[in-house]
């Protein structure tokens, strides 16, 4: 690694576009031991949520992530209603109360009780609490303890928590790193990324994947921490790599900041978009089962991939705010008079 000559904010959004796109192939019935190496991955979030932390005030950070929990609620319920109302009985493993409540206290790790559409929402909600902490934590300096004792809360405190407090501890640490890179400007140097590249995947072969939506970390957790900031070096190097080089800007540059700037669209509406797909084929007559979506889940994520990049380029931007972000609606009205 080095220092960068300046700031470029240009690769912040390729790594969040290319880590949302991984989302949807994360989510696609994808081989067991592919998913491990990709669950990795969530470590891009909290790692730019603190390349670009600047609160000014523990008041001003509320005002500004609150939208992330009511988009929680507001995409959650908009998926429940719809699990509810029209999956049919042979994806569903629990009854309407039992999904409700998992629903309402943000325990996504229980995937047979709750909508499988909510489930990718989760990190809204631990955004939300874990931002809070790491301001806190810093004001009152106590970050590194803190990271310290949510690092220890892997080993010694397994188990999800409601509204994923237990997740907030344990990827604190990713704050820190963010901030750290944007203080020192750092960029990734190619045989960096070769050898994280190949620390990453050893790791999820030999330990298992990280989960953090089920508080799993692998065999040892440790080892778990380790290959998360492997994948870290790697997405980030491939995305400050797309920026640098003006070929691969051309060729993919568009596309994944089209899935960075449609974030919390692509994040809450990934599934029930691909379920919508899935009706339809139903409906058409075609055999379409869990196991059929697992055998053949190359089609799977082609067809979940290609709508949801239709979908959130056709639909007009006041749409897109209208299905994942409550607290603009009143906005959007006011503006639609004010053009009058």
């Known amino acids: 690694m080095s220092n960068g000559t300046k700031a470029k904010i240009d690769w912040i959004e390729y ?39 600047n609160a000014k005030s523990l008041k001003d950070l509320i005002r500004k992530r609150l939208p992330l929990l009511a988009s929680y609620y507001y995409i959650g319920a908009i998926n429940y209603l ?6 049919s009985g042979n994806f569903r493993k629990a009854d309407n109360l039992t999904y409700l409540k998992s629903f309402v206290l943000v325990q996504t790790d229980k995937f047979d009780q709750i909508p499988l559409g909510i489930v990718p929402l989760w990190y809204l909600v631990f955004l939300f609490f874990a931002e809070i902490l790491y301001y806190v934590s810093r004001k009152t300096k106590l970050v590194i303890p803190v990271i310290i004792i949510g690092i220890l809360s892997r080993f010694y ?36 990324a070769l050898l994280a590249m190949m620390f990453w995947l050893a790791i999820s072969f030999l330990n298992g994947g990280t989960n953090w939506n089920v508080d799993d970390y692998g065999k040892n957790p440790l080892l778990s921490l380790l290959g998360e900031v492997a994948s870290l070096l790697v997405i980030v190097w491939i995305a400050q790599s797309i920026d640098r080089i ?50 053949y889940w190359y089609i799977t994520f082609l067809i979940m991939v290609s709508t949801v990049y239709v979908v959130m380029n056709i639909l007009p931007k006041k749409v ?17 008079k004010s053009n009058r």
């Open 15 to 53: 790594a969040r576009g290319l880590a949302l796109f991984l989302v949807v192939f994360a989510h696609s019935q994808i081989p067991w031991r592919v998913f491990e190496v990709i669950s990795f991955l969530i470590v891009i979030f909290p790692f730019l949520s603190g390349y670009l932390h």
């Open 82 to 87: 719809v699990w509810v109302s029209l999956v």
């Open 157 to 192: 405190f397994p188990g999800s928590l409601p509204f994923k407090i237990d997740v907030a501890f344990a990827g604190l640490y990713m704050f820190e790193i963010g901030r750290l890179f944007k203080e020192k400007n750092i960029e990734i140097k190619k045989y960096t």
């Open 246 to 295: 003006g070929v691969l800007k051309k060729l993919l540059g568009k596309f994944f900041k089209n899935f960075s700037d449609n974030a919390i669209f692509v994040l809450g509406y990934h599934i029930l978009l691909g379920g919508v797909v899935i009706a339809l084929l139903l409906a058409l007559g075609f055999d379409v089962t869990e196991e059929n979506l697992r055998n």
């Open 320 to 336: 897109k705010v209208f299905l994942t972000q409550p607290l603009a609606i009143k906005d959007l009205f006011e503006e639609r």
